[in-house]
């Protein structure tokens, strides 16, 4: 089956430093999606990456998915007690179809220290 | 107007009762989940059912029945608690189960076996 490894399990930051998470597959990937846990919450989607290379951005938040679609990572520039949490990555081999079925990786939890 | 939401927030009970977790999303959305996720933060998924047909059944006992009475609502009941069911169980859904369809969340159900 796919194989999807989430590095780090955790990270703790003081505040203002910057936070990186990556998502590493032992097989190509037709996308992957990142969702945001607060403690306590539930999972809310952030961004989905499609494109081979394909960087978006969302204020403090830098999404890349890697050139042979294998990796990915969520950077965040100068980390505020706001970005608390369970960051999953969410990789899709595209099977598409009927059967889809959307696997997490384990997650990596930020804690900011202010 | 609340998207997807689940009853009860918590649950606690003795092992070998029946307990039930219901789910309705207003989104209009075609597919439905559940999901478990452990003490560990690992979010596995249970269920999928795709316009009221169950698509998905992953490694699940026997003592998990899911029923859906029309798109818009995913119950789950459990017979025969045990200890190892403890744990917060999501619903969310999807526009369809195709690859790149983020999943919505409600604010899950933690569920405590005693």
């Known amino acids: 089956g796919q194989q999807v490894m989430q590095i780090p399990q955790y990270q703790h930051v003081q505040e203002g430093e910057d936070f990186t998470t990556y998502c590493n597959s032992s097989?190509?990937?037709?996308?992957i999606q990142w969702y945001k846990q607060r403690p306590g919450g539930h999972p809310v989607f952030l961004i989905q990456?499609?494109?081979?290379?394909e960087v978006k951005k969302q204020k403090r938040l830098t999404f890349q998915f890697g050139e042979a679609k294998k990796n990915s990572s969520l950077h965040i520039t100068a980390t505020q007690t706001t970005d608390v949490g369970t960051y999953f990555c969410?990789?899709?081999?595209?099977?598409?179809?009927?059967?889809?079925?959307?696997?997490f990786g384990k997650g990596t939890l930020l804690t900011v220290n202010p | 107007d609340t998207a997807v939401s689940q009853t009860p927030k918590y649950l606690v009970t003795q092992m070998g009762n029946d307990k039930s977790i219901k789910c309705e999303q207003n989104l209009g959305h075609d597919t439905m989940y559940w999901y478990k996720q452990d003490s560990k933060k690992f979010l596995k998924i249970m269920f999928s059912y795709n316009n009221k047909e169950l698509i998905i059944n992953e490694t699940v006992p026997n003592r998990f029945s899911p029923k859906s009475p029309d798109k818009a609502h995913l119950n789950l009941h459990i017979n025969s608690l045990e200890l190892g069911d403890s744990a917060v169980y999501f619903c969310a859904s999807s526009a369809w189960t195709a690859t790149n369809s983020p999943l919505h969340f409600g604010n899950g159900t933690r569920l405590t076996v005693t």
């Open positions: 969410a990789p899709d081999k595209g099977s598409g179809g009927s059967n889809y079925k959307l696997t």
């Open positions: 097989t190509t990937l037709s996308n």
């Open positions: 990456l499609v494109k081979s290379g």
